[in-house]
């Protein structure tokens, strides 16, 4: 069955530093690979998405991607981590289901932003 | 670009009411929506596909009676949820596929369902 998992629950990051945010999932196809952010009052915002092609991906705010397939990854990358970052962040895999389509999410990262 | 509204944001009723959540596309059509359901510090789970003009699509272990989707026009879904207890307390999330890709979704804000 297809799964996501984020191994970190929760991550502090001082302000201007780096951040690597992990993702593993499990999909016997080639992926359709996403990750959103979710902010209190917003609706979950799609970062970037992998569908095939360069497996480096860029996408909004400064973040990017690389997927592995070797290592079946999907982390999400920032050089320098601004305090409006600090969100909830999922992971996700697009999967066939009896509906048609549908995606399933890891349980989310939650970052923090030290000053 | 592809706007998702929720209504209400939040609400609270009391146990054995029913409550009705909107998920509305503003600018462009959805003949499919997605209902999710979140649980704190937990990730999304899918509980329906919408289905416009026709029945919704149930994830198993959703009980189809007590979580009622209506999809009436290209614009509007609705989830309800009836005889609610305090355990359907959550955060229901609706979204709907984008033009390009149906895996690219647009999500709604979300409803705060508190059950007292």
């Known amino acids: 069955a297809q799964s996501v998992t984020q191994p970190d629950i929760h991550i502090t990051v001082s302000e201007g530093a780096s951040l690597e945010l992990r993702c593993n999932y499990s999909?016997?196809?080639?992926?359709?690979l996403f990750w959103y952010v979710q902010s209190p009052g917003q609706g979950l915002q799609l970062l970037l998405k992998y569908f095939s092609g360069d497996t480096l991906v860029q996408g909004i705010k400064g973040f990017e991607a690389e997927f592995k397939r070797s290592q079946s990854s999907f982390n999400l990358r920032k050089p320098s981590v601004h305090w409006s970052d600090a969100a909830e962040y999922f992971c996700?895999?697009?999967?066939?289901?009896?509906?048609?389509?549908?995606?399933?999410f890891g349980k989310g990262t939650t970052l923090s932003v030290s000053s | 670009g592809a706007v998702v509204s929720q209504h209400p944001s939040w609400v609270i009723c009391k146990s054995g009411t029913s409550v009705k959540i909107e998920c509305r596309s503003l600018d462009f059509q959805a003949t499919t929506m997605f209902w999710y359901r979140q649980f704190p510090k937990q990730s999304l789970m899918l509980m329906a596909t919408?289905?416009?003009?026709?029945?919704?699509?149930?994830e198993q272990g959703v009980e189809k009676d007590k979580f009622l989707i209506n999809h009436a026009s290209l614009t509007l879904s609705t989830l309800t949820v009836t005889s609610a207890h305090p355990e359907d307390s959550s955060f229901y999330i609706c979204s709907a596929p984008g033009t390009l890709s149906s895996y690219e979704q647009y999500f709604g804000p979300g409803t705060r369902l508190t059950v007292t």
């Open positions: 919408s289905n416009e003009g026709s029945k919704a699509t149930y």
């Open positions: 999909y016997g196809a080639t992926p359709y």
């Open positions: 996700a895999v697009g999967a066939v289901n009896q509906a048609g389509t549908a995606l399933i």
